[in-house]
């Protein structure tokens, strides 16, 4: 089983920016380490000169011209926000 | 209680066609049903005014001749498709009150074929897990019980809500989606038939992302020409998704002869494990027989990376899923958490997704995290599209050795407790898409086909996998395999 301490778990958290109080992170860290065990097996798999899968199903990506096709609905856009205000998306303060 | 909602799509076309039935009535039929199975947790958005005004539209068009097979099949749409005007969550709490402004590619071509929505379907989280026991809305309830025992039993998942709502005869087929076995687990749990199609057959635009190199949606359906009925009318090319395939859609229901003489079924020596209980062991055998007794030649086959498909699947979907869910933000849909005086936007992100994300999510979304961040990116992700890649290739090779088609189990199990697995580690519950994971690994089309009953009268499923593109042939098999086993076992009504 791979190890994750709880500063490990913490970090992951805070990359993923999910809350986690500081008494779960024992228990997180413990699943961590279940699953990274479980994914642990690949590192036994022979994977010289194999490429990574890009596309599972070979295609050529279509193209087409670079137009605005589509637009011009910003109450459409905005109907589900939390909070909108004058056309725009509402957050709290970013810069002090 | 009205016989109607037991009809298969493809009898009632004909009897719409006939004039014997309308689809108001059909509908209204539905309608009741569902109003009586609330303890089932299938149907979680019920639309019944839109299905009534879709109803009549379409009897409107029966009535003038313009009828397509799905006009007038009242159907339930899985809770991950987007539909206009009509709550849309995934199953999340993140996403609770949110109403789609579009309407999902798969749900437009369903509706303008004229089938009518009867609302949305129970389903796992973000369709992350495979007992529909993580979804905000609750249980989905498999409407198979072990004989006169009256524990509640899993329908399997994530697609547990369209399995228990077409296996309890609440609707007449339903969509579903298929990342690791979400369609196909599920519908062997609950005896009815589940399609994955080929990756790219059916477009992914509109359907709420989890993996999306392996997100599928396809049909769930009482029969194989029923799924072939639906998948018809959900597949075919979209230009609003890049990874959809310009290729012509059959009408697949018309190559249904269940001729299988002169194919060759695969049988793979790495999917019988140890520990597998006697009765798939067995289920596993008849199928064998009974395709051989149709006509087909049986050849030993071996995928020799098998054992590596669940690890990879664990590396590379939570990995797309945490890049697919960052944008559960607060910001532009769904919940925002309230703040606390102070609170940056830092703040409202964490918030707001440790409260919208239940527990298997945020796990997958960490995990996902942890093995796309800097330091092992190259030891698990890169390692992992590797191994993905060897995983194809073990199915080309089989292919090309003449293989028509691979015949597995469907799951490891019949249908299990709901709570039973409470205690478990999550890779206990990983462990149940162990034969369907490595299909969306190859991008191709899987089918699973109730063939038999364990001891206690639960349902058991096979799996049959087709070569890319070939879904016409799969069901065709699928057929033979149908007629073959003559499951016709229903639950007995509890709900």
């Given at each position: 089983?791979?190890?994750i301490?709880?500063?490990?778990?913490?970090?992951?958290?805070?990359?993923?920016?999910?809350?986690?109080?500081d008494?779960?992170?024992?228990?997180l860290a413990?699943?961590f380490?279940?699953?990274?065990?479980?994914i642990?097996?690949l590192q036994e798999?022979?994977?010289?000169?194999?490429?990574p899968?890009?596309?599972?199903?070979?295609m050529?990506?279509?193209?087409?011209?670079d137009?605005?096709?589509?637009?011009?609905?910003?109450?459409?856009?905005?109907?589900?926000?939390?909070?909108?205000?004058?056309?725009?998306?509402?957050?709290?303060k970013?810069?002090? | 209680?009205?016989?109607?909602?037991?009809?298969?799509?493809a009898?009632a076309?004909?009897?719409?066609r006939?004039?014997?039935?309308?689809?108001?009535?059909?509908?209204?039929?539905c309608?009741?049903?569902i109003?009586?199975a609330?303890a089932?947790?299938?149907?979680v958005?019920?639309?019944?005014?839109?299905?009534r005004e879709?109803?009549?539209?379409?009897d409107?068009?029966?009535?003038?001749?313009d009828?397509?097979?799905?006009?007038g099949?009242?159907?339930?749409?899985k809770?991950?498709?987007?539909?206009k005007?009509v709550a849309?969550?995934a199953?999340s709490?993140?996403l609770?009150?949110?109403?789609?402004?579009y309407?999902?590619?798969?749900t437009?071509?369903?509706f303008?074929?004229g089938?009518?929505?009867?609302?949305?379907l129970?389903?796992?989280?973000?369709?992350?897990?495979?007992?529909?026991?993580t979804?905000?809305?609750?249980?989905?309830?498999?409407p198979?019980r072990?004989?006169?025992?009256?524990?509640?039993?899993?329908p399997?998942?994530s697609?547990?809500g369209?399995?228990?709502?077409?296996?309890a005869?609440l609707?007449l087929?339903a969509?579903?989606?298929?990342t690791?076995?979400?369609i196909?687990?599920?519908?062997?749990?609950t005896?009815?038939?589940g399609?994955?199609?080929?990756?790219g057959?059916?477009?992914r635009w509109?359907?709420?992302?989890?993996?999306s190199?392996?997100d599928?949606?396809g049909?769930?359906?009482?029969?194989v020409?029923?799924?072939?009925?639906l998948?018809?009318?959900?597949?075919g090319?979209?230009p609003?998704?890049s990874t959809s395939?310009?290729?012509?859609?059959?009408?697949?229901?018309?190559?249904l002869?269940?001729?299988v003489r002169?194919?060759?079924?695969?049988?793979p020596?790495?999917?019988?494990?140890?520990?597998?209980?006697?009765?798939?062991?067995?289920?596993w055998?008849?199928?064998?027989?009974?395709?051989?007794?149709?006509?087909a030649?049986?050849?030993?086959?071996?995928?020799p990376h098998t054992?590596?498909?669940?690890?990879t699947?664990?590396?590379?979907?939570?990995?797309?899923?945490?890049?697919?869910?960052a944008r559960?933000?607060?910001?532009?849909?769904?919940?925002?958490?309230?703040l606390?005086?102070g609170?940056g936007i830092?703040?409202?992100?964490?918030?707001?997704r440790?409260?919208g994300?239940?527990?298997?999510?945020q796990?997958?979304?960490?995990?996902?995290?942890?093995?796309?961040s800097?330091?092992?990116?190259?030891?698990y992700y890169?390692?992992?599209r590797?191994?993905?890649?060897?995983i194809k290739k073990?199915?080309?090779?089989?292919?090309?050795q003449g293989?028509?088609?691979?015949?597995?189990?469907a799951?490891?199990?019949?249908?299990?407790g709901?709570?039973?697995?409470?205690?478990a580690?999550?890779v206990?519950?990983?462990?149940?898409?162990i034969?369907?994971v490595t299909?969306?690994?190859?991008?191709?089309?899987?089918?699973?086909?109730?063939?038999?009953?364990?001891?206690?009268?639960?349902?058991?499923?096979?799996q049959?996998i087709?070569?890319?593109?070939e879904?016409?042939?799969?069901?065709?098999t699928?057929?033979a395999l149908?007629?073959?086993?003559?499951f016709?076992?229903k639950p007995?009504?509890w709900?």
């Amino acid at each position: 089983m791979s190890e994750i301490d709880t500063a490990t778990a913490a970090r992951v958290a805070q990359l993923a920016r999910i809350r986690v109080d500081d008494d779960a992170l024992p228990a997180l860290a413990e699943e961590f380490g279940a699953i990274l065990g479980f994914i642990e097996q690949l590192q036994e798999v022979d994977v010289e000169g194999v490429e990574p899968m890009v596309s599972v199903t070979p295609m050529r990506l279509k193209r087409r011209a670079d137009e605005v096709t589509d637009g011009g609905m910003a109450d459409t856009v905005l109907s589900n926000a939390p909070d909108a205000r004058e056309g725009f998306f509402a957050v709290p303060k970013v810069v002090e | 209680m009205s016989e109607l909602p037991k009809l298969t799509i493809a009898a009632a076309r004909d009897a719409l066609r006939a004039g014997e039935v309308t689809s108001a009535e059909l509908t209204e039929a539905c309608l009741s049903a569902i109003d009586g199975a609330d303890a089932l947790g299938a149907f979680v958005h019920k639309t019944p005014d839109r299905a009534r005004e879709m109803a009549a539209a379409a009897d409107e068009r029966l009535k003038a001749g313009d009828a397509p097979d799905l006009c007038g099949i009242p159907l339930g749409i899985k809770d991950l498709f987007c539909t206009k005007g009509v709550a849309s969550q995934a199953a999340s709490r993140i996403l609770e009150g949110f109403s789609p402004e579009y309407e999902s590619t798969v749900t437009t071509q369903l509706f303008a074929a004229g089938a009518v929505m009867l609302g949305k379907l129970n389903m796992d989280e973000f369709a992350m897990g495979s007992s529909n026991e993580t979804s905000t809305y609750g249980n989905a309830v498999n409407p198979w019980r072990r004989g006169n025992d009256t524990a509640q039993l899993t329908p399997g998942g994530s697609s547990g809500g369209s399995a228990a709502a077409v296996a309890a005869d609440l609707c007449l087929g339903a969509t579903g989606t298929d990342t690791g076995g979400s369609i196909r687990q599920p519908a062997a749990f609950t005896g009815i038939t589940g399609l994955k199609p080929t990756y790219g057959r059916c477009s992914r635009w509109g359907i709420i992302a989890f993996a999306s190199s392996l997100d599928q949606a396809g049909p769930m359906a009482k029969d194989v020409r029923d799924a072939a009925i639906l998948l018809s009318a959900m597949a075919g090319h979209d230009p609003k998704d890049s990874t959809s395939a310009d290729l012509p859609v059959p009408d697949f229901e018309s190559m249904l002869t269940g001729d299988v003489r002169g194919k060759t079924i695969g049988i793979p020596r790495e999917y019988r494990m140890d520990g597998m209980p006697d009765e798939i062991e067995s289920l596993w055998a008849e199928g064998r027989k009974m395709l051989e007794d149709a006509g087909a030649t049986i050849v030993d086959i071996s995928l020799p990376h098998t054992k590596y498909a669940l690890p990879t699947y664990y590396v590379i979907a939570p990995a797309e899923a945490s890049s697919n869910l960052a944008r559960y933000d607060g910001v532009r849909y769904g919940h925002r958490a309230k703040l606390a005086q102070g609170d940056g936007i830092v703040d409202m992100y964490e918030k707001t997704r440790a409260e919208g994300f239940g527990p298997e999510v945020q796990r997958r979304v960490m995990v996902g995290t942890y093995v796309l961040s800097a330091g092992f990116y190259d030891a698990y992700y890169n390692r992992a599209r590797k191994v993905r890649t060897l995983i194809k290739k073990d199915f080309e090779d089989v292919f090309e050795q003449g293989v028509d088609a691979i015949l597995t189990p469907a799951t490891p199990s019949a249908a299990f407790g709901l709570g039973e697995m409470a205690e478990a580690d999550p890779v206990q519950m990983y462990l149940n898409d162990i034969f369907t994971v490595t299909v969306n690994l190859a991008g191709l089309p899987g089918i699973s086909v109730p063939t038999g009953q364990d001891r206690t009268g639960l349902p058991l499923g096979l799996q049959l996998i087709g070569k890319p593109w070939e879904e016409a042939e799969l069901l065709n098999t699928a057929y033979a395999l149908e007629r073959a086993s003559g499951f016709v076992a229903k639950p007995e009504k509890w709900w």
